[in-house]
Nanobody, 123 residues
Framework: QVQLVESGGGSVQAGGSLRLSCAAS????????MGWFRQAPGKEREFVAA????????LYADSVKGRFAISRANAKNTVYLQMNSLKPEDTAVYYC????????????????WGQGTQVTVSS
């Protein structure tokens, strides 16, 4: 069992930056692939970024490539999402997720989810 707690969300103007953190409980964090998803009001949850257990494989949604960066610190049981050049369309609740098997872009590929943190980008 893994419990995930996101933090770092908030309100920022377009062009600004935020860094999200996801703290995981449990001794097996380093064996999980981790992902970030987001969900805007009235829309389905969508993939943002994912990182393998070793950090050797990283995936990004096309909409965030070049602006967002995912990283992890296994010694701290934490995964990060650095978000730069934020746009109003990045406004959403951001969720952290853990996958037992491998990195995935589908919601169904993840086994554990956090409660989410709100990111609001104003124009």
């Amino acid at each position: 069992q893994v419990q995930l707690v996101e933090s770092g969300g908030g309100s920022v103007q377009a062009g600004g930056s935020l860094r999200l953190s996801c703290a995981a409980s449990g001794r097996t964090f380093s064996t999980y692939a981790m992902g970030w998803f987001r969900q805007a009001p009235g829309k389905e949850r969508e993939f943002v970024a994912a990182i393998s257990w070793s950090g050797g494989r990283i995936l990004y949604a096309d909409s965030v490539k070049g602006r967002f960066a995912i990283s992890r610190a296994n010694a701290k049981n934490t995964v990060y999402l650095q978000m730069n050049s934020l746009k109003p369309e990045d406004t959403a609740v951001y969720y952290c997720a853990a996958a037992k098997v491998t990195v995935a872009v589908e919601v169904a590929g993840y086994d554990y989810w956090g409660q989410g943190t709100q990111v609001t980008v104003s124009s």
